[in-house]
């Protein structure tokens, strides 16, 4: 039976993790200082998580090469997966962070911008470690654009086409990111994430929403994502990776085990 996982993410700025509500800007003032990202992963990977992402979510939008130094502490503390992302445009930019102990590397204005990139990863590095992450955004008559630099530009792309092409490209995983739901604590876009499960055959995280480690069961009990992404309530402390594990597991959901236990 397909295990499920629950994913931290890290949003860092300058070198310090920070959360905002629907990708907001630090130039507005719009980010809040949450803590160090390395003592934020040590804490993760205490509790058990499945892996855990990192974004430098002002590497593109400020021309800034990913938080390497950061990433090469935690991989050497840590025991997770580390899935990292921000800048990423070169094949040389997916080489630096494997070198500095990324087991996956995401991209998403990098892959808009040369889509072959995504296939020349794939062919390099294997496509269980590339990663396309797309930010989206509600349109009026109900689709989702995919939105580039942060969420400040939207490309015109129909954010489901985009995910079903990024796989075709070959990217091993999409995480699906939405806007609308961006640290709101409403909970998951489900029609989303299934629209994105229904065009793609490979493995989807979720990420944007959750206010709850209900919310984080109620994804994963009512789609098809293999993984739920969250950050604020883990930073916040109104939940542990392993609560929210509980509480799936009392919902029926199949949840990856910590090493030396068994899967339930």
């Given at each position: 039976?397909?295990?499920?996982?629950?994913?931290?993410?890290?949003?860092?700025?300058?070198?310090?993790?920070?959360?905002?509500?629907?990708f907001g800007?630090?130039e507005k003032?719009?980010?809040?200082?949450?803590?160090?990202?390395?003592?934020?992963?040590?804490?993760?990977?205490?509790?058990?998580?499945?892996?855990?992402?990192?974004?430098?979510?002002?590497?593109?939008?400020?021309?800034?090469?990913?938080?390497?130094?950061?990433?090469?502490?935690?991989?050497?503390?840590?025991?997770?997966?580390?899935?990292?992302?921000?800048?990423?445009?070169?094949?040389?930019?997916?080489?630096?962070?494997?070198?500095?102990?990324a087991d996956?590397?995401?991209?998403?204005?990098?892959?808009?911008?040369?889509?072959?990139?995504?296939?020349?990863?794939?062919?390099?590095?294997?496509?269980?470690?590339?990663?396309?992450?797309?930010?989206?955004?509600?349109?009026?008559?109900?689709?989702?654009?995919?939105?580039?630099?942060?969420?400040?530009?939207?490309?015109?792309?129909?954010?489901?086409?985009?995910?079903?092409?990024?796989?075709?490209?070959?990217?091993?995983?999409?995480?699906?990111?939405?806007?609308?739901?961006?640290?709101?604590?409403?909970?998951?876009?489900?029609?989303?994430?299934?629209?994105?499960?229904?065009?793609?055959?490979?493995?989807?995280?979720?990420?944007?929403?959750?206010?709850?480690?209900?919310?984080?069961?109620?994804?994963?009990?009512?789609?098809?994502?293999?993984?739920?992404?969250?950050?604020?309530?883990?930073?916040?402390?109104?939940?542990?990776?392993?609560?929210?594990?509980?509480?799936?597991?009392?919902?029926?959901?199949?949840?990856?085990?910590?090493?030396?236990?068994?899967?339930?």
């Open positions: 039976m397909l295990t499920r996982r629950i994913v931290p993410c890290l949003d860092v700025h300058d070198g310090r993790v920070t959360r905002g509500e629907q800007r630090a003032g719009e980010l809040k200082d949450v803590g160090d990202p390395v003592e934020l992963a040590r804490r993760y990977d205490r509790q058990g998580a499945d892996e855990l992402v990192i974004y430098d979510i002002t590497a593109t939008a400020h021309g800034r090469a990913a938080v390497v130094d950061v990433i090469k502490q935690v991989a050497t503390e840590c025991f997770m997966p580390l899935t990292v992302g921000g800048g990423v445009g070169t094949l040389d930019d997916f080489r630096e962070l494997f070198e500095a102990g996956k590397v995401s991209i998403n204005s990098g892959a808009v911008k040369n889509p072959s990139l995504l296939r020349e990863a794939s062919v390099a590095y294997g496509a269980q470690a590339v990663v396309l992450s797309v930010d989206a955004k509600r349109r009026d008559d109900g689709g989702w654009d995919v939105y580039v630099a942060g969420g400040r530009k939207n490309t015109g792309l129909d954010a489901i086409e985009w995910a079903a092409e990024g796989e075709r490209l070959g990217a091993g995983e999409i995480v699906i990111n939405s806007i609308d739901a961006d640290g709101m604590k409403t909970g998951f876009d489900m029609a989303l994430v299934r629209a994105v499960t229904d065009a793609v055959g490979i493995p989807v995280v979720a990420s944007g929403g959750a206010g709850s480690a209900q919310h984080m069961v109620d994804l994963l009990a009512g789609t098809h994502a293999d993984a739920a992404l969250a950050a604020g309530i883990f930073h916040r402390g109104e939940a542990t990776v392993g609560d929210v594990k509980a509480a799936a597991k009392a919902a029926g959901v199949c949840i990856r085990p910590r090493l030396g236990e068994e899967a339930a």
